[in-house]
């Protein structure tokens, strides 16, 4: 529940194959979630007339009617553990005011009185928390000495969840505080930036002729300390994933372990009953249908290859949606099409085919095809296995949606598996039968354009693009081809014919090298450039051996797509210089709440080889972590 929607950017400008109609409908539609910040000392958290529109509004009532202040028991908005820190908070506060015994008529006379008490609650707490400490770290002492170094980590996870966990597990259900902790670092900063304004004491001196004021100020920070600062952001990151995931895992959990498997089951059902729910809305298919690079790449593969693949042979279309791949295949001169859709978007296929005078050749079934191949639904008789399995599987990023298991799913269990893979021409095949994504560094225009403003300096302004959009999950968006600085990197290509389930989890390493371009056209001179964002795309290919080749690219050099491409902003943009590279690694894993979701951890740096390109040494180093989430 702590999952923010994916933010998705529209920039489609230069694109007139592409228009802003066809975009009416995205293929990965998301439903609004409306946030409603019940205050602190709020008792009617089922009253939606008790709650407020945004966190301020919400802390601000706190402080007006009950006199609780709840940003002074926040830690500092520096502090590496605030996220994890401010969570606790929240459910003690709530955890508190709901154990009060109920006295409306006390409440209505002085509403203060709530406030007070729980001011006066959290300040013992905190008196308390440093025996709490010691007793944790005597404990460990006492383990360590008793189990041996061995143990140590395993110990001291368990002794820190024993104080922990009892305020990670939310007490308000869809507790909006706790999904827009951000919210409340914004706060935390703006106060703490308050509070250092009036740090500057004035000391008025008299004297005989007049008055003077000394200012004592501040000094700034000194380099150490802002690399230190940037050292302790950089590690709150890479704790906010996992921070997330602990407090989602303990929301759908319990004690007991039988209701805990049932919780995570009942989690899982309802992230595809949300995935396939959303493929019921006509948009949709009208947007992927309307995307004629991907509908006639399927097209062209189908009919160009009618007689090597399609004639008298039997089909599956996977996702058919409106049921057209399965239209082109039964054209194409199959003699069996088995159509599935889990959405009941199959009731309108059905009646297209029927229209369409197809229906002797082509059945569609309703459900999750997992679930039709154990229950044998599947229309195949024992001897019959399926010579082609057609699906338009992807999703932005490649596996956003996590749709390839299922296709695969049926290879594994009906394809003739007689192919051999992909180095022979008989029997069946996934199509298409291979993909690979790639990774390629782009400048932003929405950054640079503060550089320049009528002659104007307004570093702070790009200063605030930087920090919007770095603050952002993966972002899906058509990025310009101009804009593209570095090459084209393929960070992985998969067999779909062989590939296993485990192999759509990667990590790998990449190399970007720059492409600088001439400062004046007659110029020998180049600029160095600045990557802002790292781009995502991918290919498909209808590359069976001995068939005619069709290639589906999403890249930002080729016509744009529903898909367009996914980007990730670098919170510490590099500029590379000559002979320069930006390399490192890139992870992409299916995220561990809901399967359909993407992580994304990068490790960077920038540097030089030298020594003959033997050692690399690197100028300047980063991390970061992002999701693309439904």
Not at 133 to 149: F, L
Not at 222 to 244: D, F, G, P, R, V
Not at 272 to 290: C, G, L, N, V, W
């Amino acid at each position: 529940f702590l999952f923010l929607k994916m933010k998705t950017t529209d920039n489609i400008q230069n694109c007139s194959s592409w228009s802003s109609d066809d975009e009416e409908g995205d293929e990965d539609v998301t439903e609004d979630f409306d946030f409603h910040f019940y205050p602190v000392c709020c008792r009617e958290t089922n009253d939606i007339s008790k709650s407020h529109a945004t966190a301020e509004a919400a802390l601000k009532y706190d402080m007006e009617v009950h006199g609780f202040d709840l940003l002074q028991f926040l830690p500092s908005h520096e502090d590496e553990n605030f996220f994890e820190q401010t969570i606790k908070c929240v459910n003690k506060c709530r955890a508190y005011v709901s154990s009060l015994p109920t006295s409306h008529e006390e409440e209505e006379n002085d509403p203060k009185c709530i406030g007070e008490q729980l001011t006066l609650h959290l300040q013992t707490f905190k008196e308390e928390e440093p025996n709490k400490e010691a007793s944790t770290e005597a404990a460990r002492n006492n383990k360590n000495e008793t189990n041996g170094d061995d143990d140590d980590d395993h110990d001291n996870n368990n002794l820190d969840s024993e104080f922990d966990s009892e305020f990670f597990r939310p007490v308000l259900m869809d507790d909006s505080l706790l999904m827009c902790i951000d919210d409340l670092e914004d706060l935390k900063r703006v106060r703490s930036q308050l509070d250092k304004s009036q740090e500057t004491v004035s000391i008025p001196t008299t004297t005989a002729t007049a008055a003077t004021t000394i200012s004592i100020t501040p000094s700034s920070p000194s380099s150490y300390q802002y690399k230190e600062m940037q050292s302790k952001i950089l590690t709150l990151e890479e704790q906010l994933i996992k921070a997330k995931h602990l407090i989602t895992q303990l929301t759908i959990g319990s004690n007991n372990n039988h209701t805990n498997k049932t919780s995570k089951h009942r989690q899982l059902q309802d992230n595809d009953t949300y995935y396939f729910k959303s493929y019921s809305h006509t948009s949709i298919h009208e947007t992927m249908i309307r995307d004629k690079v991907r509908t006639d790449a399927y097209r062209n593969a189908i009919f160009n290859n009618s007689h090597t693949l399609f004639q008298d042979k039997i089909v599956m279309d996977i996702g058919c949606g409106t049921g057209i791949l399965s239209l082109f295949a039964a054209k194409a001169g199959a003699k069996k099409v088995i159509a599935v859709d889990a959405s009941d978007i199959y009731i309108e296929a059905t009646e297209i085919i029927k229209r369409n005078h197809m229906d002797h050749i082509i059945t569609v079934l309703h459900g999750k095809v997992e679930d039709l191949i154990s229950n044998r639904q599947i229309p195949l008789a024992p001897n019959e296995k399926v010579d082609v399995i057609i699906s338009e599987w992807m999703g932005y990023a490649l596996f956003f949606e996590t749709m390839l298991p299922s296709v695969m799913a049926v290879r594994d269990t009906f394809m003739n598996k007689d192919h051999g893979g992909s180095d022979s021409i008989s029997g069946g095949t996934m199509y298409p039968n291979n993909c690979s994504i790639y990774l390629e560094g782009a400048s932003d225009d929405c950054i640079d354009f503060w550089d320049d403003v009528y002659g104007i300096d307004m570093t702070p302004m790009k200063q605030r693009a930087i920090r919007e959009n770095t603050t952002k999950d993966a972002i899906v968006e058509i990025v310009p081809h101009d804009s593209i600085v570095t090459d084209k990197y393929n960070l992985r290509a998969w067999d779909l014919n062989l590939c296993k389930d485990d192999d759509l989890d990667f990590k790998v390493p990449f190399c970007l090298k720059p492409l600088h371009k001439k400062a004046q056209p007659n110029s020998s001179d180049t600029h160095n450039v600045t990557i802002h964002k790292l781009v995502i795309s991918f290919d498909v290919d209808f590359n069976f051996p001995g068939t005619n080749h069709v290639n589906l690219s999403t890249g930002c050099d080729n016509t744009p797509t529903h898909w367009k491409q996914t980007t990730i902003f670098l919170k510490d943009a590099p500029t590379l210089e000559d002979d320069e590279i930006f390399k490192g690694i890139f992870q992409m894993t299916r995220n561990g709440t809901n399967h359909r979701d993407i992580d994304f951890y990068i490790e960077w740096e920038v540097g030089r080889y030298i020594e003959a390109q033997t050692k690399f040494i690197p100028r300047c180093t980063g991390k970061l972590l992002s999701q693309l989430l439904a």
